[in-house]
């Protein structure tokens, strides 16, 4: 099946610093991948929608200067978590569908990488 | 607006007991699309099924099953005989067609632990 890589699975970091995550499509190719968030013990939140050669969509109170999204060829997207401060610390996990064009292809999930900010 | 519910926060059963996840959703959509993913520990996201609006017939996969019920807006699970390794959050999901499936809209997640 569809496999998405997500790396680095986990970071320690300081604050003030930034943090870049990469997401491969790793066996398919994804015009679109999507970037959730999710704090403890809650459910995953959509954070961005990344689309390859254009701007990323960013949801409704998500700062799109704190979250860069590059989504530079068909199989990468990266996060950049610039200024990272400890409220950023948190689960941040990638997807991307392997048939886009269709609506009920679920979406493939990378590992997650679990951000800690000191 | 679409929305995914799922009641029960947390649930604890013991090994070998049968344990149903319930999960209720709101859509204008006819056409849509329910899936049920896994987080184990570890934290990545496995899918376990996806069932499309027409499709109302239950499903099983081994000790999995699925009840999709249109009537009342149901996607339940339950899992048969459950085992330690079946401990896990899991999340039921809604995507509708009309939106052209951009955005999933997860449920708050059931976290299930068993107990040996």
Redesign the interface.
Known sequence: GAVVSQHPSRVICKSGTSVKIECRSLDFQAT?M?WYRQFP????M?MA?SNEGSKATYEQGVEKDKFLINHASLTLSTLTVTSAHPEDSS?Y?C?A?EQEE???????????T?LTVT | AQKVTQAQTEISVVEKEDVTLDCVYETRDTTYYLFWYKQPPSGELVFLIRRNSFDEQNEISGRYSWNFQKSTSSFNFTITASQVVDSAVYFCALSEAGNYGQNFVFGPGTRLSVLP
Do not use: A, E, V
């Not at chain 1, 013990?41 to 995953?44: A, E, F, G, I, R």
């Open positions: 679109t999507f013990k809650q459910s995953l959509l929608t689960f996990i997807s569908r269709s609506y009920n292809s679920p979406l493939h999930f990378g590992n997650g679990r």
